[in-house]
Nanobody
Framework: VQLVESGGGLVQPGGSLRLSCAAS????????INWVRQAPGKGLEWVSG????????VYAVSVKGRFTISRDNAKNTMYLQMYSLKPEDTALYYC?????????????WGQGTLVTVSS
């Protein structure tokens, strides 16, 4: 099982970024997948989740209306489109496989991609 995030970088407040999570080693289309972030010096914060078929999505209050999660099961890839970025969105962003179909049991994680929002 492997999850590889990409797309992070430095962006100014108000800017946009799209993160990707490429999966391999398992049947991607069978699993609920989440984005989780960790800001410098802070704990893990769940950001968003998407069902196996992509039909159900949920968001943390802190990102709702600004972030959009999606997936392409044909490409074994999940995305997080981020708009109107704020300095408080600065964090290491991880994708994580959920073995409880949205129940929050995350058994596989990527290495993370760093997003820095700063002027």
């Amino acid at each position: 099982v492997q999850l590889v995030e990409s797309g992070g970088g430095l962006v100014q407040p108000g800017g946009s970024l799209r993160l990707s999570c490429a999966a391999s080693g398992f049947t991607f289309s069978n699993y609920y997948i989440n984005w989780v972030r960790q800001a410098p010096g802070k704990g893990l914060e769940w950001v968003s989740g998407i069902s196996s078929g992509g039909g159900n999505t949920v968001y943390a209050v802190s990102v709702k209306g600004r972030f959009t999660i999606s997936r392409d099961n044909a490409k074994n890839t999940m995305y997080l489109q981020m708009y109107s970025l704020k300095p408080e969105d600065t964090a290491l962003y991880y994708c994580a496989r959920d073995i409880r179909d949205g129940g929050g049991i995350l058994d596989a994680w990527g290495q993370g991609t760093l997003v820095t929002v700063s002027s």
